[in-house]
């Protein structure tokens, strides 16, 4: 069983926003340091955002403004808000608790008019 299950990606234009959803399946996302990647077609997994347990987000330098991670323990829930979505945005993207090595399937999120 995937530890997480990522879930709210689809299509947006150009502009639009988009939550996407990390919901505990085989594990918890309480008290635990979080992280959001995506991978995007024809390149390498990258690092988006880390989330502490404290509330303390640090951002890669791309998406700084633009998106915000939360989460709701009550609900064994992570979340990434993101806004002003643009075509270089387009990845499959998945979370994960860091210092582990197993991904989901991911959702995909498309940026295009």
């Known amino acids: 069983q995937v530890p997480f299950v990522e879930s709210g990606g689809g299509l947006v234009q150009p502009g639009g926003s988009l939550r996407l959803s990390c919901a505990g399946a085989?594990?918890?996302?309480?008290?635990?340091?979080m992280t959001w990647h995506r991978q995007a077609p024809g390149k390498a997994r990258e690092w988006v955002a880390t989330?502490?347990?404290?509330?303390?987000?640090f951002y890669t330098d791309s998406v700084k403004g633009r998106f915000t991670v939360s989460r709701d323990e009550a609900k064994n829930t992570m979340y990434l808000e993101m806004n002003s979505l643009q075509p270089e945005d387009t990845a499959v993207y998945y979370c994960?608790?860091?210092?582990?090595?197993?991904w989901g399937q991911g959702t995909q999120v498309t940026v295009s008019s």
């Open positions: 994960q608790k860091h210092g582990t090595s197993t």
């Open positions: 989330h502490f347990p404290g509330g303390a987000t």
């Open positions: 085989g594990d918890s996302v309480s008290d635990e340091i």
